[in-house]
Each structure stands twice: as structure tokens, then as C-alpha cells.
């Protein structure tokens, strides 16, 4: 992951400055998952899955370099290298089932849980409804819903080092996040077309500083997808 950020200011007479930031991390980890699925009938099915937290080193670089018309000399950070050692990402808990109606629909719902034994953080729930349905012949129709909340306490407050020079103003703290899809198919032997339409609210508090009160934010992300295939079997 990296992430450049340039902050300029213009002043009269053409005056400037200008600060560059950049900061990127990588890492290496290791996990182990395995899960089960249980079929007491021919129509319902049960599962449930586990996966270990992630152990994991991260290396992150950041730094900064200023320059301005007012002044003759630029100035520039040194190259700031940290580790994260054995950093530890949360455990997940998958319980699934599904049912599927007669030959002509199928609901499913789904729940995840992230955890994670850390002072100051909240466990992560992720719920997924969904519904398709045969409404005639090969045409289907479907919709979902799901529901994710957030690791983030509702009085955390983020405050960066006093020696921070990163010039994006990420204080926001996410408070959960709300999904919705509706869309229709056609299915074939050897051809299918699919049209979704896809939302996404994000609630979250944005602090325009880390001294200042946050104000509430809510992000709406549209999508439409279409999907044409066709499978060829000789």
C-alpha cells in the first residue's frame, strides 16, 4: 500500500508553498482456516468456519519534503522506516445457512465475527442476508442486505504524533456500514445475463483537525453491474 499527498497554499504575487508527503507499508503473514458443512435435509445446509488471527510483520516508510518560492532552500525529511513485529490481526468466526425453497429459490443468511483481544477495540460483526427466486421459466430475481459495524469506539478520538508530517487529514472515524443489492437474471445451458444494482452508506466522523469537534458523515456509493457469459462444454 502507498499513498502520496501534496498540500499546496498560493499566496499574492504568486507566492507558494507546497507539502509533499508519502507513506507506504508492506507485509508479510500467516494464517490457518478450516471450516464444515452439515446437510440434515436435502434442502437445508449448515456451516460454520474458523480462521486464526494473522501473524504478521509490517515495514512502513514515510516522509516529507517542503518547498516554497519565499524561501531559496527546500527542506526534506530522511527516509522514517518502522516495524510493526508479530502484529496480530483479529480471529474470524463464519456461521452460514441455507435453504433452498423447492426447486425455486434459494435464502441464505450469513455471520461473521472478527475479534480481537485488544484494549480499546470493539469486536466486528458482519451480517448478510440474501434471497434469489425463480419467478418464471429461466428468469430469476434477487435481492440482499448486509450489515457491518465497526472495531472503532464511539468516543475514540484520533490524535496523531506531535512529529506527524502527513498532510492528509484522515481523522475519520468509521462508525458502520450498511450494504443493499436488487437485480434480475436469465440463465441458459450454455448462456446467462445478469443486471445488479449495488448501494453502499457509510457512517462515519470526520474531525476537520484532531483538536476540533467531528461532525457526522454519510457516504453513499452507487453501482450497476452487468454480467453476459457463456460456457462452452465440447
Known amino acids: ?39 440434515p435435509i436435502k434442502q437445508l445446509r449448515f456451516g460454520f468456519a474458523y480462521t486464526t488471527p494473522t501473524w504478521t510483520t509490517i515495514t ?26 508479530l502484529y496480530t490481526t483479529p480471529m474470524n468466526f463464519t456461521f452460514g445457512a441455507a435453504y433452498q425453497i423447492n426447486n425455486l429459490g434459494l435464502l441464505s443468511v450469513e455471520y461473521d465475527l472478527y475479534y480481537l483481544n485488544k484494549k480499546g477495540l470493539n469486536a466486528r460483526h458482519w451480517l448478510k442476508l440474501g434471497l434469489e427466486f425463480c419467478i418464471r421459466n429461466n428468469w ?15 468516543d475514540e478520538h484520533y490524535c496523531p504524533a506531535n512529529t506527524d508530517t502527513r498532510t492528509d487529514t484522515d481523522y475519520r472515524i468509521e462508525s ?30 470526520q474531525y476537520p483537525f484532531y483538536t476540533a469537534d467531528y461532525y457526522p458523515v454519510r457516504d453513499m456509493h452507487h453501482r450497476v453491474v452487468f454480467t453476459l457469459a457463456w460456457t462452452y462444454r465440447r
Open 140 to 154: 430469476f430475481v434477487r435481492a440482499g442486505y448486509a450489515y457491518q459495524s465497526s472495531f472503532r469506539k464511539d
Open 176 to 205: 458502520g456500514r450498511h450494504y443493499g443489492s436488487v437485480g434480475f437474471g436469465y440463465r441458459m445451458r450454455y448462456f446467462y445475463i445478469d443486471a445488479a444494482y449495488q448501494i453502499r452508506i457509510t457512517n462515519s466522523r
Open 1 to 39: 500500500y502507498s499513498k502520496n499527498v501534496t498540500y499546496i497554499e498560493q499566496f499574492e504575487n504568486n507566492q507558494f508553498y507546497s507539502l509533499k508527503s508519502y507513506f507506504s507499508a508492506s507485509n508479510v503473514g500467516v494464517n490457518v482456516n478450516g471450516g464444515l458443512i452439515y446437510r
Open 60 to 85: 512502513m516508510h514515510n516522509g516529507y519534503k517542503l518547498k516554497s518560492s519565499i524561501t531559496a532552500t527546500d527542506y526534506s525529511s530522511t527516509d522514517n522506516t518502522y516495524n510493526l513485529d
